[in-house]
């Protein structure tokens, strides 16, 4: 009989402790949600333009982490709000991408596609190297770490490729020129490609590979992951747009069955991608263009209204969670003051290898491109700007974060004005 005796369960560990914590961190979660859109309201509603939505979220998420950092908050509530990366990857960024793509403007991006491919894999490039090369010239000059040339170079290939969010938000609100938005937002997408191809070679190069095959590994990576990804991202748009144009599915007793498989083609496509060691970024952007503009005009007239209704919203959900978790996280971390000279430098680092980047990116599509439709200099220095910014993100003091996000505020309503033909 004593060995049939159960001991009491841990009460820390017991089912309904966990479930009543994971209950409280979802809660809060909602509420801080809750929170940052009607704040944003009111900061539309009033015009305040000092403070964008963006950031707004991020200082919501930086006060309510501090109270949480310096609150008894048991730990098991606490987990609930650490940040996943694997829920960040499956279920946040897929549709912020692919909503971008959706609702995309073809004209424009594929008007600046070469230029935009020159940004994404020729800027990208220069960029890393740029960056590992003075990150190692510093560490020599004892200014910060000393560390392996490759890996400084593994550290600007990881630095160097841009997302800059919070910039195209604010060019959508300032209705900014729509091929500097093309070149910014195509950049930002299809540099990833680059930059995974980049750290994939050189952590390659580190354990086996020949230096000797340094370039060549490079070219033939990227064209994998590229090509890849964006013939993926198209042939899964084209399936769709076949399978709702022959299906028969746009009557109207079949319209959640339509609704249902218009939602689940862009999340295969991401997973496609994923699963064969793609970008499923890139994957399904280009499933978002394809399916607006090929699958979108096969549906039936309500299901084209809760489609467009239903990716917007989850892609406003998902952004402004991203920015709450941005400054939860900040606020959360035990950041390390010794490396504040590594972080120091890096910025400035950042700043010129972004400039090194865009401005001879810009002058070499300026010299194939008739005078009417090359890059004007405010152009060049809003693209420097977003890219610099979006990497100095990365900062770790919450203050100096938020000055970034009004600082730049003033920078792209700067640089944005003039208006390509």
């Not at 159960?6 to 560990?13: C, H, I, L, T």
């Not at 995974?196 to 590994?217: D, G």
Request: proline content about 4%.
């Amino acid at each position: 009989m004593d060995e049939l005796q159960v001991s009491p369960p841990d009460a820390r560990g017991s089912p309904g402790k966990e479930q009543q914590a994971a209950g409280v961190g979802i809660l809060l979660q909602i509420m801080m949600l809750v929170l940052s859109f009607v704040l944003g309201h009111v900061l539309r509603r009033h015009r305040f333009y000092y403070l964008p939505e963006a950031s707004a979220s991020l200082l919501i998420g930086l006060i309510v982490g501090g109270l949480a950092n310096i609150s008894n908050t048991e730990t098991n509530i606490r987990t609930w709000f650490n940040f996943h990366e694997e829920f960040f990857f499956l279920f946040l960024l897929p549709p912020i991408i692919f909503q971008s793509g959706f609702s995309l403007s073809p004209k424009p991006f594929f008007s600046n596609f070469g230029a935009i491919v020159t940004f994404a894999i020729l800027g990208t490039f220069i960029a890393s190297i740029v960056t590992g090369v003075l990150v190692y010239l510093g560490g020599l000059m004892y200014l910060m770490y000393r560390l392996p040339f490759l890996e400084c170079l593994m550290f600007g290939a990881l630095i160097s490729a841009t997302d800059p969010v919070t910039v195209l938000s604010i060019f959508q609100e300032l209705g900014t020129d729509t091929n500097l938005y093309a070149l910014v937002f195509g950049e930002s997408v299809l540099n990833d490609a680059m930059a995974i191809s980049l750290y994939r070679t050189m952590s390659l190069l580190q354990s086996h590979a020949s230096s000797r095959q340094n370039f060549l590994v490079v070219v033939v990576r990227f064209l994998e992951t590229f090509v890849g990804s964006m013939s993926s991202g198209v042939g899964v748009g084209f399936i769709s747009a076949l399978l709702f144009k022959y299906a028969g599915l746009d009557i109207d007793n079949l319209q959640n069955l339509e609704c249902c498989l218009f939602v689940l083609f862009p999340y295969f496509s991401y997973m496609l991608a994923e699963g064969l060691g793609l970008s499923g970024i890139v994957s399904i952007l280009f499933t978002g263009i394809v399916m607006k503009h090929y699958t979108y005009s096969n549906l039936s007239d309500n299901s084209q209204r809760f489609v467009s209704a239903f990716f917007h919203l989850i892609s406003s959900l998902a952004e402004t969670f991203v920015f709450i978790y941005m400054g939860f996280d900040i606020a959360m971390e035990q950041h390390s003051w010794s490396h504040v000279g590594f972080i120091f430098f890096s910025i400035l680092f950042i700043g010129v290898a972004r400039a090194a980047n865009v401005f001879s990116c810009a002058y070499l599509v300026n010299m194939v491109r008739p005078a009417h439709r090359q890059i004007p200099v405010k152009h060049q220095k809003a693209l420097w700007y977003s890219g610099k910014q979006d990497s100095e993100g990365l900062w770790p003091l919450p203050w100096l974060y938020s000055q970034f996000m009004i600082s730049q505020r003033g920078m792209v309503r700067q640089y944005s004005q003039q208006p390509l033909p």
